[in-house]
């Protein structure tokens, strides 16, 4: 019988569906109700086992890769990223205007397992209580394979591209082409790209490794992406190098972490990090908090930051760092996934704001 076993012994016994292979990883829950299409494809589980803990799964199916504007529609990257899944009721019945074909069928064509018939809530309750935890799944007692820690490797040098790539919606009906942004490539969510480009900007999208000081930009974007940050020395090389410059920078999630120990600041791993759609963040210095989007299992130590750094948001359910700002420098970074898909879009409004002042700074009004 399929099942999943934790690094501790604890075995959960259910139901196969998806591809019929074992995979061992990091075992982590999404609180999220909606949306698993984008969270499977999310660069940011790579290496993980995937424990979704809301109950039904599946029952609106997956839709086709549509391409558009050179990026898959409905997906966050161009495959699943996560190892394996677990869930506590599998609908192998869809029904969505949208769907294309069933979760086990689309899992099974990429070679990902699945779980179901177990008991989501008692996994998260252990997850919680005992922290991060190495799990494997496995297939009639191919207990075999062996559990694998992927934080240990640089799992960014794994979902950045490797060629530098443009888009461009500059077009002759434009009045003006808009400011051109490099993108740092760390595992990059589609919806990070599409919100940029709808506000006009031009993206030089680069692998994580890239020396993009050689580019003539105007903002620079630092990206999500899976593991632990401090794998990532290079990118944190060049950063150290970009902050010596003063054009605007912006980071989400893992570019949060990078950007710090850019600055000088450290970082730690979370007891089990924070994924779901519904994490309440405040704005520090105000009184205004917004719900979340997040998938991260690192945090930026707050107290180690230099005295040019200062937190702009900070997590209200146990007061972890969320974002940094520059004091005097355009520099600003959050946490969280403020393009958000699935989830709330409370923080869009984060990339008008980096684009107000990268469009500043191009002409000579930012101070």
């Known amino acids: 019988m399929p099942k999943l076993i934790l690094d501790d012994g604890t075995c959960f016994t259910g139901r196969g569906f998806g591809a019929q292979n074992s995979a061992a990883g990091e075992v982590v829950f ?211 190098r970009a902050l010596q410059k003063e054009n605007p920078i912006f980071g989400i999630c893992l570019g949060n972490q990078l950007l710090a120990l850019a600055g000088g600041a450290t970082t730690y791993k979370l007891k089990y990090g924070h994924r779901g759609y519904n994490q309440p963040v405040l704005r520090v210095g105000t009184e205004r908090a917004y719900v979340t989007s997040q998938n991260h299992g690192y945090a930026v130590d707050s107290r180690t930051l230099g005295q040019d750094w200062e937190p702009l948001f900070v997590n209200l359910n146990d007061q972890t760092n969320e974002g940094l700002k520059h004091k005097f420098k355009p520099f600003f970074s959050t946490q969280f996934h403020p393009e958000a898909s699935g989830g709330p879009t409370d923080t869009r409004f984060l990339f008008d704001d980096f684009m107000n002042l990268v469009r500043d700074f191009k002409i000579g009004k930012w101070r």
């Open 30 to 240: 999404n609180t999220a109700m909606t949306g698993y299409p984008e969270s499977l494809t999310d660069p940011s589980y790579k290496g993980q086992i995937l424990v979704l803990t809301y109950p039904l799964i599946g029952n609106y199916g997956v839709p086709g890769n549509v391409i558009k504007e050179n990026l898959s529609r409905f997906f966050e990257s161009d495959r699943i990223q996560i190892s394996g899944l677990i869930v506590a009721s599998y609908s192998a019945r869809y029904s969505h205007w949208n769907a294309l074909e069933s979760l086990s069928d689309w899992l099974k064509e990429q070679g990902i397992p699945g779980l179901c018939d177990v008991d989501t809530r008692m996994i998260t309750k252990l997850l919680r209580e005992r922290g991060t935890m190495m799990g494997k799944l496995v297939q009639n007692d191919d207990s075999e394979i062996e559990f694998y820690d992927p934080n240990k490797e640089n799992l960014v040098a794994q979902v950045s591209i490797h060629e530098r790539v443009i888009y461009d919606i500059f077009s002759p009906g434009m009045e003006e082409k808009g400011p051109t942004i490099v993108l740092i490539d760390c595992g990059v969510k589609n919806n990070i790209i599409r919100c940029m480009v709808s506000l006009g900007a031009t993206i030089i999208r680069v692998p994580w490794d890239y020396d993009f000081l050689q580019e003539k930009y105007d903002g620079l974007v630092i990206s999500n992406g899976p593991g632990d940050p401090q794998q990532c020395k290079t990118t944190i090389r060049n950063l150290k």
